[in-house]
């Protein structure tokens, strides 16, 4: 029998962690203090107050794989700005390209010639010939959204239950005790979304196709496997189900890479031969400035402008933004495509994502834990159940926020930084196998402390 978690000896332990964090970073709480006067929480949006500790360590500069905060602490970030960063801070040639055109000129609402250039190496890449820019993951999958209820006329999408696709009120719905309705914690939703989406399991091909046969979804939006419950990836010949059956019922398929790039130069797409109608992906395409874009086959692209053409204007259509497609975000893009998310930096991060899963799991078996570990590529990720869910409804109720809480802080009070909602490290080039090594035997610690 696994051991059970003693919860008055990790009530502890947290007790003693929260201590040494309010110890250590005496110059990052006289931040938050004083930021408390001017901003919401203390912080510049939300999530900044959801780490393990009281509140946020302020960052002083961070480079590569490493940041370090105000207080002089340097840390392993495994966090990469929840994927922003996913090529490492400030890689140089991004840099170098990000200063050279900032110098020339930032937004003009013109195109660049970089435009083009990224265009044709993000189809090189994930297959599909057709392209636009945005600023964020949420934009590319709100634009998308529109283009295909435009094109198919129809009103309704479809998402998986625990799904995250950014702040797009479609999508923020969720499956309880059998019934779907607006998930708990969403902000303001304008309607109840049962009357936009349809939701259903991830992985359970009867449920799609149930869903599908009302004839109304526009678009399947997805993740190729699960990231933002966890990792939940698909089982064998889900998606070639998914494919057969969007195109039976003349939905579109929407394919969200924001996430699962970790999966390789093309992302999941590439890796695993999808053949979405729609592709969407921002996050890390510029070393972290705002970026992010859309893709679709020829087909698609041949509707979606036989469409833009029958409108009398598109000012006001909500597929743009004054922003969209600066020449500097263009520019961080293909010089992140260019030098930074190579193949070859893909092969290098794979190979420590399995160094850091391979380690996770030794120690879990070393200290005889009932937890699991899940990886896609180089992000890899530790779950508090003994067997691996299969959808987003099982991930949510294997979720432990008490011991999540107290395994960060105790990474977090060691110089190891996770991804807060989720244990997720995520590996960038210019991540070593001794900054894996550091987790590892953090973590190893740690479980032997929660043991006893
Ligand atoms: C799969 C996926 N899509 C879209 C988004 C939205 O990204 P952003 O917040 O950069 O708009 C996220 C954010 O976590 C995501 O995980």
Redesign the pocket.
Known sequence: MPPEIDRERLHDLTARELERFERDHPRSRELFENARDTLLAGVPMPWMSEWAGPYPVFVSEAHGARFTDVDGLEYVDLCLG???AMTGHAPKEAVAAIAEQAANGITHMLPTEDAAWVGREMGRRFGLPFWQFCL????A?RFTIRLARAITGRPKILVYNFC????VDETIITIEGGVSGPRVGNIGPPVDPNQTTRVVEFNDVDALERALAHGDVACVLA?PAL??IGIVPPEPGYHDALRRLTREHGTFLVI?E??TICAGPGGATRAWGLEPDFL?I??PLASGVPA?CYGMSAEVAERAQSYLDSLPTTDVGGIGGTLSGNALSLAAMRATLEHVLTDEAFEHMIALGERWADGVKAAIETHGLPWEVQRVGCRAEYWFTPTPPRNGGEAAAGEDHDLMRFTHLYALNRGVLLTPFHNMALMSPATTEADVDTHTNVFDQMAAELIG
Do not use: P
């Open positions: 929840d994927t922003g964020t993951a949420t934009d999958n995250y696709h950014g702040s993740e990231t933002n969200d924001t996430h969407t921002g996050k992010a």
